[in-house]
């Protein structure tokens, strides 16, 4: 979850949120209904009721809607802005809307549920002929190189004074995937375009491709450095890209297994991929360095975010499609509360029957009840003196 300073940030970035803003006030009209995923502490949704947004809905899963609601208040605009806390997927408006604006990506749009949600929204909540924020994006890669990101990553474990080999962790380390921010001169090749994300035709989540680029100076070759541009509107973006300036958007570093001294004229061809694994993306990036146009290989690296999250054996075990899974005493008392979610029930009984069930578990009420809590906070949408739970 992002920190209230993190959103902080992301407003004073003056390229990101002043383009937003141009694209917002060109999109928006005194009749426009505008859905803002993702809303954060609203400054999408206030900027569109600046622009004259008939009604906005804000639908944020965090608890930085809070802010958001009595930012709203503030400004005179809570009549017009409806608060949803819950994931966009789950949300069905009153009416369709004029215009999706979202900003969920991290440091590349390939990010967690951005694409699945905008997807979504696309073609459950967006009224025909409406306008999506942003439109398209293009992913880029280069060579680059890059010492003083590799060296301090794998330095810890290179064998040292204690002569130990620790080239395990070191294979970890270079199969993860780090923030990173680089100048122009550091690149040992061209872009390379590796991605077009059209919003109102994309259907998958995952992408892969492969690029071919030639070393155009010789050098270091550390690994990749990713980046997109984004166009909001026609005319209106921005780009992460290294020569650009800094943005709350940092260009991502994918680390080679080891690093390749490159001559100009080198060929490098790169199949890269990321796919949507559950609620997060698995990235590959398998790299085939030729010296010149012959086929003589200098390196063949094949690497994955994978490698870089150690899972033990019976941990992978649990996750196997034959494994008959039996419910432990924490899954048991999951079991036990949500099966009397049921509209009805209040959490203090809940809680008393939990304690019943599981005394040894709760030695008190306060802590049984924290417990219920947390899960109704998860997994409910009960009513109770409040009204709805949005």
């Known amino acids: 979850m992002y920190s ?29 209904t505008v859905l803002d995923l993702g809303a954060g502490t609203g400054i999408f949704s206030l900027l ?21 609601r009595r930012i709203a208040q503030a400004n005179g605009f809570g009549e017009r802005i409806e608060f949803i806390q819950e994931a966009s997927t789950g949300v069905t408006l009153p009416e369709k809307a004029d215009v999706i604006v979202s900003d969920m990506r991290g440091s590349l749009p390939l990010y967690h549920s951005n694409i699945v ?24 890669a280069a060579v680059v190189e890059a010492p003083d990101l590799y060296g301090p990553l794998v330095a810890p474990w290179t064998k040292g004074k204690f002569g130990l080999d620790m080239e395990a962790a070191r294979h970890a380390v270079t199969n993860c995937v780090k923030n990173a921010t680089v100048g ?20 998958s989540a995952s992408h892969a491709a492969t690029i071919s ?86 390196a063949d ?38 099966g009397q979610m049921n509209g009805t029930t209040p959490l203090e009984d809940i809680a008393h029957s939990v304690m019943r069930r599981f005394p040894a578990r709760f030695r008190s009420y306060a802590e049984a009840l924290a417990k219920v809590g947390e899960l109704s906070e998860n997994y409910g949408r009960g009513t109770g003196a409040g009204g709805p739970t949005p």
Not at 10 to 25: C, N, S
Not at 117 to 133: N, P, Q, T, Y
Not at 184 to 203: A, H, I, M, V
Not at 258 to 273: M, Q
């Open 213 to 298: 680029c030639t070393a155009a100076r010789a050098g270091t070759g550390h690994g990749l450095i990713l980046w997109f541009d984004s166009v909001l509107a026609d005319g209106i973006g921005f780009s992460s890209a290294p020569w650009e300036p800094k943005m709350v958007y940092a260009p991502s570093f994918l680390p080679w297994s080891a690093p390749v001294s490159l001559d100009a004229g080198d060929t490098i061809a790169v199949r890269l991929r990321a796919d949507l694994t559950g609620a997060d993306y698995t990235w590959g990036w398998d790299s085939k360095v030729l010296h010149g146009n012959t086929p003589e290989v200098k």
């Open 48 to 68: 569109a009721c600046q622009y004259g947004a008939r009604k906005v809905y804000a639908v944020e899963t965090g608890e930085a809607i809070e802010l958001a």
């Open 117 to 140: 949600s905008i997807v979504d929204a696309r073609r459950r909540m967006l009224a025909e002929g409406g306008i999506l924020i942003p439109l398209r994006e293009s992913l880029w």
């Open 301 to 338: 690296f094949r690497q994955s975010t994978f490698w870089g999250s150690p899972i033990s054996p019976a941990r992978m075990h649990r996750r196997s499609s034959h494994y008959q899974p039996a419910l432990g005493e924490e899954g048991q008392i999951a079991a036990l509360v949500i």
């Open 4 to 32: 209230v300073e993190d959103y902080g940030r992301m407003i004073a970035d003056k390229v990101r949120t002043g383009a937003y803003a141009r694209a917002l006030r060109k999109a928006v009209t005194p009749d426009s």
């Open 184 to 203: 122009r001169d550091q690149l040992l090749s061209e872009p390379q375009c590796w991605g077009e994300l059209d919003y109102g035709t994309l259907d």
